[in-house]
């Protein structure tokens, strides 16, 4: 059966003052899990390794965002990141300096048993 999302939450991070993008992802993704809490792995006997997590970031330049970094963050599964351009720069006219924004989407998906959970094919 294929792996159906079980959730997607969502995040932003910033690093006001040193210009890091890596950390404002991470941070952004911290926000995200920060918002969620998986108990149907427990309550129904799921492996939370076996899920499948997708991390997409949105930074204005992301080929400074390190995607190792950024994955660890996230405690189960397999996991991958995904680095597109998008979140926010703003400029600070008075110091020459940039506050980072991040945004983050976190989705998990598992692969459930047939027949043993009745799931909306559209989710």
Do not use: W
Not at 28 to 50: E, M, N, P, W, Y
Not at 57 to 74: F, L, N, R
């Amino acid at each position: 059966m294929p792996y159906k999302r079980i959730i997607l939450e969502m995040g932003t991070g910033n690093d006001l003052y040193g210009e890091d993008y890596t950390k404002a992802a991470c941070r952004a993704v911290q926000d995200a899990l920060h918002h969620s809490s998986l108990t149907l792995f427990r309550t129904l006997g799921l492996d939370r390794d076996a899920m499948q997590v997708e991390v997409t970031i949105g930074v204005q330049q992301p080929d400074k965002v390190d995607t190792a970094q950024v994955a660890s963050q996230i405690p189960y599964g397999s996991v991958t990141v995904k680095v597109s351009k998008g979140g926010l720069n703003i400029s600070d006219h008075d110091s020459g300096g940039v506050s980072v924004v991040a945004a983050a989407a976190v989705a998990a998906r598992v692969d459930l048993p047939e027949g043993k959970f009745a799931l909306n094919d559209n989710v």
